[in-house]
């Protein structure tokens, strides 16, 4: 296997203008993914993603790269909090949106898990850990848009 790419595609039933308010939102992203997010969502921004609660909590810093309203979320993640987010020490994520009838279609994608320089033990379980999370994660944005939606 590969271990080089994850890549989703799905068909959430808001406008790209919702979509990405949730994708990129430090307040919408906590009610589908991480349970609290400290970030801008503006190119250069660096901020904090943190799972878990109590003494049982991992944070991840991340360091947004694009943020094109309505179309584009990217980031960086997993780097150590005292470097700089680049190439081999950190994973890349991207959120494209494209309109598709009265919804989006998102195409989220995960990059970099070879570049870290990992043993393909510690690949293979890195790369596999992210696939279970964005395989629990995003059907959860999904319903969580919908709730959103029906709430306005």
Do not use: C
Request: glycine share 8%; net charge negative; no cysteine.
């Amino acid at each position: 296997m590969e271990h080089g790419r994850i890549e989703r595609t799905m068909y959430v039933e808001a406008a790209p203008e919702v979509v990405y308010e949730v994708i990129s939102s430090p307040t919408h992203l906590k009610e589908w993914w991480p349970d609290d997010a400290d970030l801008e969502p503006v190119p250069g921004a660096t901020g904090t993603l943190t799972f878990g609660t109590g003494d049982d909590r991992d944070s991840y810093s991340i360091t947004v790269i694009d943020a094109e309203p309505h179309r584009l979320f990217s980031f960086r993640w997993t780097h150590p909090a005292d470097e700089a987010a680049a190439v081999g020490n950190s994973l890349f994520v991207t959120f494209d949106l494209a309109p598709s009838g009265d919804g989006t279609t998102v195409r989220m994608t995960e990059t970099g898990f070879r570049e870290m320089g990992w043993e393909i033990a510690v690949l293979e379980q890195q790369y596999n850990d992210h696939v279970s999370g964005w395989d629990a994660y995003l059907p959860r944005l999904g319903e969580y848009v919908a709730r959103l939606v029906a709430s306005r």
